[in-house]
């Protein structure tokens, strides 16, 4: 039987990612983990997971809560530095292969 910890360790994403896409979608952390696994494989998936912890950011703030929001910032930088194709500063320096239009 998997555990949690089994599945966010096959997904491709840290537990504090997955916790920051509960957050912004409102579901259970299982089904984070099965949305994070297919965002991070697809083609602007990964740039989707930043949108959703730069919103979570954005609420923590607005309502206040400093914390959550420092919290979340390094949860971004972090996920950032693991996926540098989300950001486009990175993406120079990365040499991906173009993509073809089909």
């Given at each position: 039987m998997l555990t949690l910890e089994d599945c966010i360790g096959l997904c491709?994403?840290?537990e504090d990612e997955v916790l920051a896409i509960a957050e912004h979608e409102?579901?259970?952390?299982?089904?984070?983990?099965e949305l994070g696994n297919y965002l991070v494989t697809s083609p602007d998936g990964e740039t989707c997971i930043r949108g959703m912890i730069r919103d979570d950011i954005a609420h923590a703030t607005n309502t206040g809560h400093r914390d959550r929001a420092?919290?979340?910032?390094?949860?971004l930088r972090n996920y950032i530095l693991s996926h540098p194709r989300c950001d486009e500063r990175c993406r120079g320096r990365l040499?991906?292969?173009?993509?073809r239009e089909a």
């Open positions: 491709g994403l840290s409102h579901i259970p952390e299982i089904a984070a983990i420092l919290a979340l910032k390094l949860v040499h991906l292969p173009e993509r």
